[in-house]
């Protein structure tokens, strides 16, 4: 009901575009895809014995059918040595490249990554990339087909046919993963654009979250790969058993523990939004939330709330810089709900803060693509992973290598009633979008 209160308020408001925009822009159309089948990749049977953590990866496994897997990680807090590394790797790839990306910009980033590329399709490797057709518009298609023509397999997910613009034109790919021989694996919040390598004069440091995977859980990483492939293109992958590394010992010495888990627009409901919660009700002492865009649903509102009034430590790591203006707006409305409850409310100082991740307890917590706010727990293909072990600790570790300072919320405390109300309907109009 909360959802449709705007669409009215609009309907009545403009009674001639408003009941055009609703059929255009306010149904919801899903296509629900069975995603259980998972067959192909090994079991780890692995023993947890932290009966906390044992229990938050229970269910994580059985709201998104996967296994624990054990693995190691490398984490990239800085965009340059992210890429450094991720273009080394490419560079001795020796059977294959897999890449599904939200945003790719012409800019220099990507013109080096695409230039590895070329090379790598010249000596023989496979290349296949999944683009989201409006993140990747910035390229025009005449590059996309100079690289069809060397053999590099591309699709182009949900591509918009302008002025034809309907509701699932909102639903993107908001994935960024990288695949190297069935061995190494990337995933985190980098998109393919010099701001994301500190190369952009308007952003300066970009702050980021992005593992370099190794061990059991990369197999995961790409089945997650071929499925959407598979469910995209007409050109499918056969012969699965092909792609994976057969060599990898389950009983490997490992860092960490992980589940991966996803999300997208063709679940009946948020699978994300769920395990999210439970996440949150899982906490003993303290959660730690870090996000670009903190626009929570009610339902993880609720849950945020209820954790401070059971005297839980709450903190928020917010940007100091915004990429879009509106969305302070948000962030603003609804980090001061909570701060006026007790939340620690901090932002990074002249940065802007990219980081997708929620902490408990200081053990466990997720990171990946997955922002806090209603487009991508809804509207967009995410993929994450749970973790406990050294990424936690070494996350931990660096929350302080910038300097953060808390949010003073003064000017928020003496905005006109009237702004209070415009921005609240603007709020709830943009949920109802999503």
């Known amino acids: 009901m909360d959802a449709k209160i705007p669409w009215l308020l609009l309907i009545i408001f403009l009674p001639l575009i408003g009941p055009i925009l609703y059929l255009v822009y306010g149904r919801k159309y899903r296509n629900v895809i069975n995603k259980t089948n998972k067959n192909f990749i ?25 296994n624990v897997k054990n693995f190691n990680s490398e984490t990239f807090f800085n965009g340059y040595l992210f890429f450094k590394q991720l273009i080394n790797d490419m560079e001795n790839a020796k059977k294959y490249i897999f890449i599904e990306i939200f945003i790719i ?16 399709a010249k000596e023989g490797i496979e290349i296949r990339m999944i ?43 908001h994935k960024k993963i990288f695949l190297i021989d069935g061995k190494i694996s990337y995933i985190g919040g980098n998109n393919i654009s010099d701001e994301y390598n500190n190369f952009s004069k308007k952003y300066g440091i970009w702050f980021d979250t992005n593992l370099k995977v190794t061990g059991n859980v990369v197999l995961d990483i790409l089945e997650s790969f071929i499925f959407d492939w598979n469910k995209w293109s007409k050109n499918k992958i056969e012969n699965l058993e092909n792609y994976f590394e057969k ?23 948020s699978l994300l939004e769920t395990a999210l919660i439970n996440l949150i009700y899982k906490a003993k002492n303290k959660i730690q939330i870090f996000t670009p865009y903190f ?3 009610k339902r993880i509102f609720l849950a945020i709330k209820e954790a401070l009034l059971t005297k839980k430590e709450i903190e928020v790591f917010l940007p100091g810089k915004y990429d879009k203006k509106y969305v302070k707006w948000f962030t603003e409305e609804f980090s001061t709900q909570l ?13 802007f803060s990219h980081t997708k991740a929620l902490i408990i307890d ?6 990946g693509t997955m922002n806090l706010d209603v487009r991508s727990l809804y509207s967009q ?16 570790e660096n929350l302080d290598y910038l300097k953060r300072k808390k949010i003073i919320n003064e000017k928020k405390n003496n905005m006109k009633k009237n702004k209070k109300l415009f921005k609240k309907f603007l709020i709830d109009f943009f949920k109802s979008l999503l």
């Open 42 to 66: 090994i079991d780890n049977n692995i023993e947890i014995y932290d009966k906390d953590q044992k229990e938050i990866f229970n269910n994580f496994s059985n709201i998104f059918k996967r």
């Open 105 to 120: 910009k012409n800019h220099f980033i990507w013109n080096k990554i695409r230039d590895v590329l070329i090379k790598k």
């Open 131 to 173: 683009l989201d057709s409006f993140g990747t518009s910035y390229i025009k298609r005449k590059e996309w087909k100079e690289l069809e023509k060397l053999g590099i397999n591309i699709i182009f997910y949900n591509k918009i046919y302008y002025p034809f613009i309907h509701s699932n034109n909102f639903y993107r790919i």
């Open 247 to 269: 060599n990898i010992d389950p009983k490997i010495s490992s860092e960490n523990l992980g589940i991966l888990f996803e999300g997208g627009p063709d679940d009946y409901e």
């Open 295 to 297: 626009v929570p649903t």
């Open 339 to 351: 701060e006026e409850l007790g939340a620690k409310i901090y932002e990074y100082k002249n940065i």
């Open 362 to 367: 200081e053990k466990i917590g997720y990171t």
């Open 381 to 396: 293909y995410e993929i994450n992973l749970l973790i406990s072990g050294k990424f936690v600790s070494d996350f931990i």
